[in-house]
């Protein structure tokens, strides 16, 4: 992924595990380049919008730091909203969050609460208190 050579679709698998390797940190190897990879014009949306849900999940949910999680949910609402049919995506994804989450209602709570102040803040990054 870190070449952009996509020979499959990736899974949130492969996105956990880029998480796990950066150590969190969205702006290094692998996490940046498999972040990135939401913002791709040549993937499609749909497909792309199961791996977003699975993949914030997880990163709440393996996460100890709740800045650290808003700062992936962040990179991935910033990466989405920059295609075309994006917003979309992410208002699927805010409709969704309770379902996405299931009895995780903490978690829940805290992407929801990160994806509207993104979305207020319209892409800039935030991190919200």
């Not at 969190?24 to 990879?37: E, H, I, T």
């Not at 849900?53 to 999680?69: D, N, P, V, Y």
């Not at 699927?92 to 990160?114: C, H, M, P």
Request: proline content about 4%.
């Amino acid at each position: 992924m870190a070449m952009e050579y996509y020979y499959t679709k990736p899974t949130v698998a492969t996105v956990m595990h880029a998480f796990e390797e950066a150590e969190g940190d969205v702006d290094k190897a692998p996490l940046a380049q498999v972040l990135d990879w939401f913002g791709d014009p040549n993937v499609r949306l749909e497909g792309q919008y199961f791996i977003c849900c699975g993949s914030i999940k997880g990163i709440w949910q393996k996460c100890a730091i709740e800045s650290t999680a808003q700062q992936a949910t962040i990179r991935i609402l910033d990466r989405l909203s920059q295609r075309p049919g994006g917003f979309k995506v992410i208002d699927g994804l805010l409709e969704s969050i309770e379902r996405i989450f299931n009895v995780d209602v903490l978690n829940a709570q805290n992407a929801k609460e990160t994806i509207i102040g993104w979305r207020k803040g319209r892409g800039t990054r935030i991190i919200l208190p």
